[in-house]
Nanobody, 121 residues
């Protein structure tokens, strides 16, 4: 059974930091790019950042450049989203997702259940 399980969500003050782990199982982690998406209330889901692709498809959306970084630990089958200098507009449900070999801003093969982040001003 394929699983992606995010954790580490919660409430944080503006300017603070959070790190979200995403534990993967049930598929060959090394073969997949890991993307992070978010969906704010009343808005469409957007691709935030993606890493681990086999080509140049990795990306970081402009609104989080310089603040968010993504990484993977293949030995642990775990991906991480490090979020610094958080802003109220970062409030959203965050999802990790796995795409075979290449990053996509719009879709993925497997999805986590999401974790909610609220940034207070």
């Amino acid at each position: 059974e394929v699983q992606l399980v995010e954790s580490g969500g919660g409430l944080v003050q503006a300017g603070g930091s959070l790190r979200l782990p995403c534990a993967a199982s049930g598929f060959r982690f090394d073969d997949y790019a890991i993307g992070w998406f978010r969906q704010a209330p009343g808005k469409e889901r957007e691709g935030v950042i993606c890493t681990g692709s086999s080509d140049g498809s990795a990306y970081v959306t402009d609104s989080v450049k310089g603040r968010f970084t993504a990484s993977t630990d293949n030995a642990k089958n775990t991906a991480y989203l490090q979020m610094n200098s958080l802003k109220p507009e970062d409030t959203a449900v965050y999802y990790c997702a796995a795409s075979f070999r290449y990053c996509s801003r719009y879709s993925a093969d497997y999805w986590g259940q999401g974790t909610h982040i609220t940034v207070s001003s």
